[in-house]
């Protein structure tokens, strides 16, 4: 067996404090994109990235009542879906990955969306962090750590990786945490970063974290 550096085993304990103290400040922390089937779930996802949730969320409703199976966004005129999504960012591009994606879905899977990561990061549109919540949070299979802007931020700042790839970051995250938390902790992170460890202005005052924080100079 491998045996774990000093320096490690350190950052581990770090780490389980920083999940006691995170799951105590934000018990209900969970997916804050609205959806009701990983259909749904997969499309916001696609359409979060550069994105707010709160945006998304108010777009969604008339998206999914209009385009309810994978074959219906398959089938849609390119420029019927642009007109759908013409608030979001990159609209014209998510339109054709969200086309291009369901295609796939209709053709080869049914119209069902995939439960592996492999299958899933070959659509158009999705790479590792769509693939990682579409899978966490619609199937409850942990794949991997959602490594957003917010989880990459608070990784760094709270010591947990010194890496800027998000791949990286994400293979140190899950080094630290155990398989079955890997889910839930990009929720915690996700949650703390937009109320309390903001990129700009954080508010370290009030923040649950600051007696540990390794940056409480940052502002």
């Known amino acids: 067996m491998k045996k774990i550096s000093q320096a490690m085993q350190k950052k581990m304990v770090r780490t389980e404090l920083l999940i006691e103290t995170l799951k105590k400040a934000y018990p209900e922390a969970h997916c804050e994109l609205n959806y009701r089937n990983p259909l749904e779930l997969l499309i916001a996802t696609i359409l979060s990235a ?15 009542k209009k385009y309810r199976k994978a074959a219906d966004y398959a089938e849609a005129p390119l420029v019927d879906l642009e007109e759908s ?7 014209r591009s ?14 080869r899977y049914q119209g069902e969306v995939p439960q592996t990561l492999e299958e899933l990061i070959e659509l158009g549109g999705v790479g590792r962090k769509t693939a990682n ?21 608070l990784a760094q700042r709270m010591g947990l990786t010194v890496e800027s790839d998000p791949k990286k970051i994400e293979i140190d995250l899950m080094a630290l945490v155990q398989k079955e938390e890997w889910t839930q902790f990009s929720h ?32």
């Open 50 to 64: 550069q994105c707010t949730d709160v945006l998304v969320n108010q777009v969604t409703p008339a998206l999914f």
């Open 85 to 91: 999504l013409k608030r979001i960012g990159l609209f």
């Open 94 to 107: 998510k339109a054709k990955n969200i086309k291009a994606c369901c295609t796939v879905l209709r053709d």
């Open 133 to 153: 919540v579409v899978l966490g949070n619609a199937f409850g299979i942990s794949s991997g750590v959602v490594v957003d802007t917010h989880v990459g931020r």
């Open 188 to 219: 915690w992170l996700i949650w703390h970063g937009r109320r309390r460890c903001k990129a700009r202005n954080p508010d370290c005052e009030n923040c649950e974290w600051e007696n540990h924080c390794l940056k409480r100079n940052i502002r």
